[in-house]
Nanobody
């Protein structure tokens, strides 16, 4: 079964850090780009970051540049999102998604595989 499983969410105070993991099974991420999205109730899903597992290129939303770092460990078939200096406005459900299309073509409604999401809550 093709699957992505996120973990690592939780409650953290503003200024703190969390590391999210996105573990793939049923396929290898080597030829995929993996995106992180986040969503709060009543709002559209927002692209946060993306990593191309084939060449390691990365992309970030302006709102997280300098605070978040995305990386992939192809040996573990897992992608990580290190989130530092967290702010209350980072509170959301975070999803990872995989597709063979490059990061620049990742649109939420058109990606092959999605995880179930993990909740990140940042208190002020």
């Amino acid at each position: 079964e093709v699957q992505l499983v996120e973990s690592g969410g939780g409650l953290v105070q503003a200024g703190g850090s969390l590391r999210l993991s996105c573990a793939a099974s049923g396929f290898t991420i080597d030829d995929y780009a993996i995106s992180w999205f986040r969503q709060v109730p009543g709002k559209e899903r927002e692209g946060v970051s993306c990593v191309s597992s084939s060449d390691g290129s990365t992309y970030y939303a302006d709102s997280v540049k300098g605070r978040f770092t995305v990386s992939s460990d192809n040996a573990k078939n897992t992608v990580y999102l290190q989130m530092n200096t967290l702010k209350p406005e980072d509170t959301a459900v975070y999803y990872c998604a995989a597709d063979k299309k490059p990061c620049t073509a990742h649109v939420p409604g058109y990606l092959e595989v999605w995880g179930q999401g993990t909740l990140v809550t940042v208190s002020s």
